[in-house]
T-cell receptor
Framework: NAGVTQTPKFRVLKTGQSMTLLCAQD?????MYWYRQDPGMGLRLIHY???????AKGEVPDGYNVSRLKKQNFLLGLESAAPSQTSVYFC?????????????????FGPGTRLLVL | KQEVTQIPAALSVPEGENLVLNCSFT??????LQWFRQDPGKGLTSLLL?????REQTSGRLNASLDKSSGRSTLYIAASQPGDSATYLC???????????FGRGTSLIVHP
């Protein structure tokens, strides 16, 4: 299993340009998440999805859109990039697994995409 | 709104020391708590997951405990090694929520 993969690994954009970040997971997980990580701010949730065809806003959704057309993919779009969107973007996935002592849910993260907006 | 705090923000210790990292949360109605490790320029790797019904989990030299009533979790690292140098983050998932809340992490350096 590849786990969670992200494409691209690094990108430089000019202000106003658009791009799409791709996240793919091969673990058949229901839940997928997009975070951004900035120095001093920690991890902040942008959008998330609890299943194919569903999306929901997280803590910092403005300026981003997402789509979950297929269960294994979660796309993050920037329609008009701004310097404030310079960050490292992480995708994660999880699923609830039944165990003897109850349900268990572990998040698995991708390697990240570094985005620089000039 | 759940808030997660990690203390200390940074820690430097000599190799071989046993150490404790702290994570506190404001809402005790949690579903689970997860500890992660993040190496510079890399993604997060799950270390331990504690369900709300559990009090601790162990993996190798790592032991994580959970005390919901006091809103605290600790990550104990035994016999620290230079390879343990990384940032350690805890994430709390509240009951009834799909969204985990992350602390800002503790940056650990273990020097030879």
């Amino acid at each position: 299993n590849a786990g969670v993969t992200q494409t691209p690994k690094f990108r430089v954009l000019k202000t106003g340009q658009s791009m799409t970040l791709l996240c793919a997971q091969d673990m058949n997980h229901e839940y997928m998440y997009w975070y951004r990580q900035d120095p001093g701010m920690g991890l902040r949730l942008i959008h998330y999805s609890v299943g194919e065809g569903t999306t929901a806003k997280g803590e910092v959704p403005d300026g981003y859109n997402v789509s979950r057309l297929k269960k294994q993919n979660f796309l993050l779009g920037l329609e008009s990039a701004a310097p404030s969107q310079t960050s490292v973007y992480f995708c994660a996935s999880s699923a609830i697994q039944a165990e003897g002592s109850g349900n268990k849910e572990t998040q698995y993260f991708g390697p990240g995409t570094r985005l620089l907006v000039l | 709104k759940q808030e997660v705090t990690q203390i200390p923000a940074a820690l430097s210790v000599p190799e071989g020391e046993n150490l404790v990292l702290n994570c506190s949360f404001t809402d005790s109605a949690i579903y689970n708590l997860q500890w992660f490790r993040q190496d510079p320029g890399k993604g997060l790797t799950s270390l331990l997951l504690i369900q709300s019904s559990q009090r601790e989990q162990t993996s190798g030299r790592l032991n994580a405990s959970l005390d919901k009533s006091s809103g605290r979790s600790t990550l104990y690292i035994a016999a620290s090694q230079p390879g343990d140098s990384a940032t350690y983050l805890c994430a709390v998932k509240s009951g009834g929520s799909y969204i985990p809340t992350f602390g800002r992490g503790t940056s650990l350096i273990v020097h030879p």
